[in-house]
């Protein structure tokens, strides 16, 4: 999708160290129109209308129904193990709404993003949830139980130093999200399942041009700061799930199964995010700014080279599982 460049504000650099508050009511106007921008490309979408409701019947319990079976749906051991990292991810909402609120307020054009961006994202938990108890993906008492656990524990941010932090973070956070979700619609072996994923990566791509454009706004406005926030969230970046229960095992299998690794990580979010920002090639920066597009370099050179360890072993992994898959048939 374009993106309009940020030709509409006048942005002068500070070289002084910006306050939070000061950042925010710096950056209003560019939230205003960046705004406007997804309220005019972003489509109103239905959730009942990615659900299979026909394929649904009563469970075992109180309705006296079916007893969930592993075999009562199509989708694979890799979508339904991504689904439910996925839905888990999502049920958070609540947690996130309140970081993101307390960080950027609820007043202006920061307000009615912030509630705008909570309304779409609480969609993606709606729809995906229906779809999982409808279609019979998943045990609905492990993940009724899962989320209870999860949400108990709450969410805080990694990325709590500055509100440039949080900005950074989204950025790349909400690429990852879209990449993640279209990814397991794509291993989930249900046409269903893949086609409401897509929907709502498409939400994820569009939440990711917005904070992606604000943190290029906030780059030109403070680029020692911004440059340091990004290596800062790029060198020490984890999914938002990874407090929920069974997460790290979870993330091996989603990694070796092609949802979410070092090389998608490298590749797909992170080098697209810093290109379109250009953030090696940013001139000018003080001795924060460019120390820290030094570690940032030198990070990404790491992780290229820890990426390519991870292909080749994975490329073993698969193989051995092959050839044990032909010799048993």
């Known amino acids: 999708m374009p993106d309009r460049e940020l030709d509409a504000v006048t942005i002068t650099p ?42 649904g019947r009563d469970f075992d319990g109180l309705m006296g129904g079916e007893a969930w079976a592993v075999d009562q749906s199509p989708v694979s ?80 941010s990694d990325n709590s130093h500055s509100m440039l932090h949080s900005v950074a973070y989204v950025a790349f956070q ?11 619609g794509h291993h989930s072996g249900d046409p269903v399942c893949d086609r409401m994923l897509a929907r709502i990566a498409t939400d994820e791509n569009l939440h990711m041009v917005f904070y992606r454009n604000l943190l290029k706004a906030a780059l030109e406005i403070a680029p020692d700061q911004a440059v340091r926030a990004v290596a800062d969230v790029v060198t020490g970046f984890r999914m938002p799930g990874h407090g929920m229960p069974g997460f790290e095992r979870a993330a ?32 000018g920066l003080g001795p924060v700014g460019l120390q820290a597009q030094q570690e940032l370099g030198m990070y990404l050179e790491g992780l290229d080279t820890q990426a390519t360890r991870f292909d080749e072993r994975r490329a073993a992994l698969l193989a051995r599982r092959a050839a044990a898959q032909a010799a048993k048939g």
Request: proline share 3%; net charge negative.
């Open 174 to 184: 909400e690429l990852a999200t879209r990449i993640s979700h279209r990814n397991t």
């Open 14 to 55: 500070s070289r002084s160290t910006m306050s939070d508050t000061d950042l925010i009511l710096a950056l209003e106007e560019v939230v205003e129109r960046e705004l406007n921008r997804h309220l005019g490309v972003a489509k109103e979408w239905m959730p009942h209308e990615y659900v299979p409701w026909s394929k």
């Open 252 to 283: 091996a299998q989603m990694a070796i199964g092609g949802i979410y690794n070092l090389r998608i990580h490298h590749d797909d979010v992170l080098q697209p995010v810093l290109r379109h920002l250009r953030v090696a090639e940013l001139t």
């Open 77 to 156: 051991d890799i979508g339904r193990i991504s689904l439910v990292v996925n839905l888990l991810t999502e049920d958070n909402l609540p947690s996130y709404h309140h970081e993101i609120a307390t960080m950027f307020g609820r007043e202006g054009a920061w307000g009615t993003w912030v509630h705008q961006w909570t309304a779409e994202e609480g969609r993606h938990a709606i729809v995906m949830r229906d779809y999982l108890l409808t279609a019979r993906a998943v045990d609905p008492v492990a993940l009724e139980q899962a989320r209870m656990t999860h949400m108990a524990e709450g969410f805080t």
